[in-house]
Nanobody
């Protein structure tokens, strides 16, 4: 089994900062990409940021220049540094990993349980 465990969500004031972490554990052969998605009630889950094993990164336009994604390959952990947050950043944030569990199995997507981020004064 593979588990993704997120931490770091909570309440933050507009203009403030928050750091999310997500650690992958279990039977893992190789992780190709790790990323963060977010979802608000009644809407689809959207990409926030994604990082590849070679430090390739991609951001949603709405967070460029404010959020920074990074990754510690030795710890199978991805981080999302959220700066200058806005009320519209309020959502449940989900960690994602696209990985291969064994050399013989194909890659698949795995998700964390989600962590609530609320931006409010």
């Amino acid at each position: 089994q593979v588990q993704l465990v997120e931490s770091g969500g909570g309440l933050v004031q507009p203009g403030g900062s928050l750091r999310l972490s997500c650690a992958a554990s279990g039977s893992i052969f190789n992780i190709y990409t790790m990323g963060w998605y977010r979802q608000t009630p009644g809407k689809q889950r959207d990409l926030v940021a994604v990082i590849g094993s070679g430090s390739m990164v991609n951001y949603a336009d709405s967070v460029k220049g404010r959020f920074t994604i990074s990754r510690d390959n030795a710890k199978n952990t991805v981080y999302l540094q959220m700066d200058s947050v806005k009320p519209e950043d309020t959502a449940v944030y989900y960690c994602n990993a696209f990985l291969r569990r064994t050399r013989e199995t194909g890659p698949a997507n795995y998700w964390g349980q989600g962590t609530q981020v609320t931006v409010s004064s």
